[in-house]
Nanobody, 115 residues
Framework: QVQLVESGGGLVQAGGSLRLSCAVSGTIFRIRNLGWYRQVPGKQREWVAIITSGGYTNYADSVKGRFTISRDNAKNTVYLQMNSLKPEDTAVYYC?????????WGQGTQVTVSS
């Protein structure tokens, strides 16, 4: 069974940093593309970043230059380093992957950025 478990969220002041982690089990981690998404109550979940199995990365314009996605295939973990955080980054952050076309999500981790 595929499981994703996020951690690392919390409360931080604007301009601060956090690093989110997502531990993955139940699938061949190294061949999967992995993504981070975020959601604010009452709004649709939005894509934040992706890292492919080959290490290619891409980011939403709103986080480009501030966030960095990375992966450790030995630890079956994907990370999201978030710097220069802004109040508008406040959201629940989710990691995501797809297996055979079926998407899997973690439970999410709350990030709150105070002004």
């Amino acid at each position: 069974q595929v499981q994703l478990v996020e951690s690392g969220g919390g409360l931080v002041q604007a301009g601060g940093s956090l690093r989110l982690s997502c531990a993955v089990s139940g699938t061949i981690f190294r061949i999967r593309n992995l993504g981070w998404y975020r959601q604010v109550p009452g709004k649709q979940r939005e894509w934040v970043a992706i890292i492919t199995s080959g290490g290619y990365t891409n980011y939403a314009d709103s986080v480009k230059g501030r966030f960095t996605i990375s992966r450790d295939n030995a630890k079956n973990t994907v990370y999201l380093q978030m710097n220069s955080l802004k109040p508008e980054d406040t959201a629940v952050y989710y990691c995501n992957l797809a297996v055979g076309g079926t998407p899997y999500w973690g439970q999410g981790t709350q990030v709150t950025v105070s002004s």
